[in-house]
């Protein structure tokens, strides 16, 4: 079975501070792992995927994402926050080859303050 | 949110009655899919569908039904007999072959049951 897991409720950082935001997985083989974005009674929106390659990889409005296979990690960064960055984040795996469903974690929500 | 519509935004109903939610998708995918958000649970599947005329159950479809007539279409029935049914629901698609193509998200209809 895959799981994902946001271990911190919530982060804050300060307006042009680097931003990180966790996520651990767990997978029996290679994972294809994603990150979104929510914003208040909104949907979600795709920011980046980790799929094969590359273990940094580059998303929307900045946000970039490290792989660690020894560390079943993917978690999510910016080198300097906004406040337009406030909003709820979510990790979500997927086994390769195991069909199309994301198991997504709790969700970790992010307060930028100016 | 672009290409995937749900109606309405905001949908309240009578404890005891059905209610039906829509979701629609112009994105030409063949997979559609039911999640539901509650506070600090992040999404949890109810239903998917991979292809017209067939769907299978999440992890927690007791209480919901969907049908899949058209490949657009993926209407998702909250029943009475769902004990719980105020919650965000999100409906997504995405591409079916290979698993790592990511899901789009509509905008979410919050339901209120009382």
């Known amino acids: 079975a895959q799981s994902v897991a946001q271990p911190e409720d919530q982060v804050n950082v300060a307006e042009g501070n680097p931003l990180t935001v966790k996520c651990t997985y767990s997978?029996?083989?290679?994972?294809?792992l994603f990150w979104y974005v929510q914003y208040p009674n909104r949907g979600l929106q795709f920011l980046l995927k980790y799929i094969t390659g590359d273990n940094l990889v580059k998303g929307s409005y900045g946000f970039e994402a490290e792989f660690n296979k020894s560390q079943t990690s993917f978690h999510l960064k910016k080198p300097s926050a906004l406040v337009s960055d406030s909003a709820l984040y979510f990790c979500?795996?997927?086994?390769?080859?195991?069909?199309?469903?994301?198991?997504f974690g709790g969700g970790t929500r992010l307060m930028v303050k100016p | 949110d672009g290409g995937i519509t749900q109606s309405p935004k905001y949908l309240f109903r009578k404890e005891g009655q059905n209610v039906t939610l829509s979701c629609e998708q112009n994105?030409?995918?063949?997979?559609m899919y039911w999640y539901r958000q509650d506070p600090g649970q992040g999404l949890r599947l109810i239903y998917y569908?991979?292809?017209?005329?067939?769907?299978q159950k999440g992890d927690i479809a007791e209480g919901y039904s969907v049908s899949r007539e058209k490949k657009e279409s993926f209407p998702l029935t909250v029943t009475s007999a769902q004990k719980n049914p105020t919650a965000f629901y999100l409906c997504?698609?995405?591409?079916?072959?290979?698993?790592?193509?990511?899901?789009?998200f509509g905008p979410g209809t919050r339901l209120t049951v009382t």
């Open positions: 979500a795996v997927r086994e390769g080859n195991a069909g199309n469903m994301l198991t």
């Open positions: 997504a698609s995405s591409i079916v072959t290979g698993g790592k193509h990511e899901q789009y």
């Open positions: 994105l030409n995918h063949d997979a």
């Open positions: 569908s991979q292809i017209v005329n067939d769907f």
């Open positions: 997978v029996s083989g290679n994972p294809y």
